[in-house]
């Protein structure tokens, strides 16, 4: 015994040791390469890991375990049992791990490595690389080039089929998979022209197109593509379905749109290092997009994966190929396989059925409820970690049970209305006309007194409930439960703050990839202060020189609002790919501070909203430059140029489906532009602007202001969940199951329910048995089936759906043909039978 301490004590001093072959064989395996060496090929990746692992000294590889053990303790995306491993083999070499002690030696640094020099995470490891070459063009002009292309090309159809339910969305990696050939096409075609600045060659043509020069451009694209959501704000205020105003000028949209952009990365650039340097600051959702790239640009060593050959590339193809084809099935040839509420078709007529389980007017309950991918796909099943979707769906369930307990017991008056519609409606169940209780765009009490109040369904009532309580949840719980991560990016920060003219670095990050991004120059927060202040600029504009109706000192409020809750917020998304709004905090807060103006509302809830979600969507793209290794100083040139390209394509493209849609944000139109999220916006701008909170919360819904309590309570009580039963608490998300029950009014549970099954057959069944395959194929198969998805819905609408050229038989008829398609009954209780022919607040009451 005393020779064998003696052994390792020598060990532990060793500066490197030399092993087997067999051992290499090992790390191969671990990356999901077992198959390589066995045809005498090798993967550069790995034999740099490998060669790190020979080198690495054991007291060393002991040190970083333990320390990866503490950073990782209640990490939900840290594999479980990676860390019960490293748990064992970290306290030392003994002779209950049934291995050698040269096996243990091995396991301690290989783990260490793939820690130190890689990643913790498979998922991160499946798409990026531990090596870098800086040589690699990057910031190239035929990136640029690409990259304002395809602003233009993925801008201009997305916005127009946002207004669509269901929307197609053009997303970055259908743009990777079309911009990879035009890439190739000006490789072979452009001459090497060229000019040097500053002892730099800039050349049309510097060789082969590269995977930086790809990933630069897409995070450029990737930026615009996300949409507007001030957007939302001029449909409104323009559309005589809305609020009909006609003072809504292009200036108007162009000062207010830069304004609300540029406060988002502006806030995302002073945040970087809170959200995007942290190793634990994941980002699930932008994987596919890197695994796309790295499919597209990325040679690959022959190998087998469980029985697999085939490549990345020509996998996208085949699924891509089968996707389009397939769409063209539910979407066109026989729409009842995309909306298939099967259960209603038993007895159309029956309202409690539809109610339940029908997918277009009901609940959706329902275990098989579509065959589409553009349903199946709507919330990423293959990109979101299992863990944060079986949360959702918790909260998903939960909803439904308020939900049809609210509807049947008549809460509210909600039975005299539609179960679960973004509408607000009069006390005779017909649509709400924001126009009958304003005078210059004021609310006027007088005809408020003749008209009455709005009323909600029971969905859109669970939803704002939902959003009551999250704020309150969310500020407590994610303070407490990230609370090391916070305080070391604060001291960062405040670093930053003292020595504010120079670039941020990245000493006090430790993480392989911040090590090789500190090569770099970062942008100086300088960068980011001055665009605020341009954005300030801007939005003090739009309240002065236009009738916005609003106060300088709302925007101000706005600014302050977004600085306390962008940090929870985001480092939920980083977390658990989990997105989350402030919504409903800012409709109240502004309801309360400015009552009885719808303008004012929707001019400072633009700000507000979009701050925090567009600073989301800067620091989503600033991670995959990060994890691509795409210099900081370029992606903040090239996120610049986007937001700009992206404002007048979306501006174009707006004022365009204004003029020229007849019918849009109808529910006649003919082709489903519909404008849900439109309607959502203009419902709360009546609900919290005109009318109130205080009116809402005295007189309509009590209830709403318990909500507050009840988030915090459980905030309390979910952080002793946390303090004492630890080991299962890392999958336990209270955020996202509380974010469930936002998905009611209008979508529900069929549009959710089979990418349960999707994604837990992938990210869990797979994942867990099969993770080589699923490391090199899954996120190849998400960016596929959404491409196919995209490209074929675009060709439908313009071939067959624009100009009307429909097929009619009984496959495209019978989702509709019932109750919950909109024909019969459309209530639990009809409004007319009520009290005096008018439900809810008598007139005296308002």
Known sequence: MAEEKLAIKQELTQETSQFSNEYKQLLYAK??????????????????????????????????LQQCLRDHEDDPNFPFQDYEFIGRISHGYTEQLNMSYMDWDFHVRMY?????????????????????????????????????????????????????????????????????PCGLLLQHTLPDWGFTIFGTRHSLNPGPWTYKEQMFATVMFDIAIGGMYVGYNFYVEKLDVYYGNTWITIGYQILLSLATQLFGFGFAGILRKIVIYPVRAVWPT????????????????????????????????????????????PDYLFQALSYFNWMTWIKPDNFNLAMI???????????????????????????????????????????????????????????????????????????YTVQSVLTNGKFDDTKY???GPPYLSAGYLLTTGANCALYTFMIPYVFFTERKGIWSS?????????????????????????????????????????IMLVALVFAIVCVKVYPANTPVWGIFLMLALNAVVVIPFCLIYAITGYYFTLEVLVELIIGYAIPGNGDALMFLK???????????????????????????????????????????????????????????????????????????????????????????????????????????????????????????????????????????????????LPGLYVNYAFNYYVKKRYQAWWEKYNYILSSA???GVAFSGIIIFFAVQYHEKDITWWGNTVSYAGVDGGIGQTSLKDPSTAPDGYFGLRYDEF
């Open 31 to 64: 990356l999901g390469h077992a198959d390589v060496l066995s045809e005498d090929s090798t993967i550069a990746d790995i034999e740099y890991l490998y060669q790190k692992t020979q080198e690495l000294q054991l007291s060393d590889g002991l040190k970083i």
């Open 112 to 180: 260490a490595v793939l820690n130190h020099y890689h990643s913790p995470y498979p998922e991160v490891r499946a798409i990026s690389s531990p090596i870098d070459d800086p040589e690699i063009p990057c910031e190239t002009i035929r990136a640029y080039f690409m990259g304002f292309i395809w602003c233009i090309v993925g801008t201009g159809v997305n916005e127009i089929f946002s207004r669509r339910q269901p929307s197609l969305y053009i997303s970055a990696s259908v743009c990777q998979m079309l911009m990879y």
């Open 286 to 329: 932008i994987l596919p997009t890197l695994a796309l790239n790295r499919a597209l640009l990325k040679r690959e060593k022959r190998e087998s994966i469980n029985g697999w050959q085939i490549t990345r590339y020509h996998f996208f193809f085949i699924v891509f190929s089968c996707s389009f084809l397939w769409m063209w099935v």
């Open 357 to 431: 389980t029908g997918s277009i007017s009901g609940l959706g309950l329902n275990p098989i409820t579509s065959f589409d991918w553009n349903i199946v796909g709507y919330w990423m099943p293959l990109a979101f970690p299992f863990y944060t979707y079986l949360n959702m769906m918790i909260g998903m369930f939960i909803g439904f049970f308020v939900i049809v307990g609210l509807y049947y017991s008549n809460y509210r008056w909600t039975a005299y209305l539609p179960i679960n519609d973004n509408n607000i409606y009069t006390n005779t169940g017909e649509l």
């Open 449 to 451: 007194q003749e008209y």
């Open 490 to 530: 604060f001291k960062s920060l405040r670093q930053s703050f003292f020595s504010f003219r120079s670039s941020p670095d990245y000493s006090s990050f430790q993480d392989p990839h911040s090590r090789i991004m500190a090569r770099y120059k970062e942008t100086p927060d300088w960068c980011f202060v001055i």
């Open 606 to 752: 633009a700000l507000g909203f979009n701050i925090t979600g567009q600073a989301q969507q800067y620091m989503y793209d600033q991670k995959m430059a990060h994890y691509s290794r795409v210099p900081p100083r370029a992606v903040f040139r090239g996120q610049l140029l986007g937001t700009i390209f992206q404002v007048i394509i979306s501006l174009v493209v707006i004022n365009w489906e204004i003029n020229h849609l007849d019918g849009i944000c109808t529910e006649d139109q003919a082709n489903n532009f519909t404008c849900p999220s439109e309607t959502s916006y203009y419902s709360s701008s009546v609900f919290w602007g005109v009318i109130g909170p205080k009116r809402v919360f005295d007189k309509l819904y009590p209830i709403l202001p318990y909500c507050f309590l009840i988030g915090f309570l459980l905030s309390l009580l979910c952080i002793a969940f946390k303090v004492f039963y630890k080991k299962p608490t890392p999958w336990f998300q209270p955020a996202v199951i509380i974010g469930g029950l936002f998905n009611y009014a209008p979508y529900n549970l069929s549009y959710f």
């Open 785 to 787: 089936l959404d491409a």
